[in-house]
């Protein structure tokens, strides 16, 4: 079993940063790939990032690209999503999940969900 906790989400006003990490426990950190999903009231979960289990290459939305990095520590078997240049169209509830093998926008292929972090962009 994993366990996923998120941390770092608040109120920021646009074009601030932030940064979320997601802590995993339970299992080998290196065997997952780890993801970011956001979720706004009333619509569907979107991808945000991702990246292997291994590090290296990653994958991000269009509507965050050159605005948001994802990173690992596969020391501290932490994720990180550093959010720069924010906008109010961000705010949504962050959630980290985790998946075996290679990284994947789809939220259906994720096993593990952490419970997710808020983050509020005031214009």
């Known amino acids: 079993q994993v366990q996923l906790v998120e941390s770092g989400g608040g109120l920021v006003q646009a074009g601030g940063s932030l940064r979320l990490s997601c802590a995993h426990s339970?299992?080998?950190?290196?065997?997952?790939?780890l993801g970011w999903f956001r979720q706004a009231p009333g619509k569907e979960r979107a991808f945000v990032a991702a990246i292997p289990g291994g590090g290296g290459h990653t994958i991000h939305a269009g509507s965050v690209k050159g605005r948001f990095t994802i990173s690992r520590d596969n020391i501290k078997n932490t994720v990180y999503l550093q959010m720069d240049s924010l906008k109010p169209e961000d705010t949504a509830l962050y959630l980290c999940a985790a998946r075996r093998d290679s990284a994947s926008v789809l939220p259906s292929s994720y096993d593990y969900w952490g419970q997710g972090t808020q983050v509020t962009v005031s214009s």
């Open positions: 339970g299992r080998t950190f290196t065997d997952y790939a």
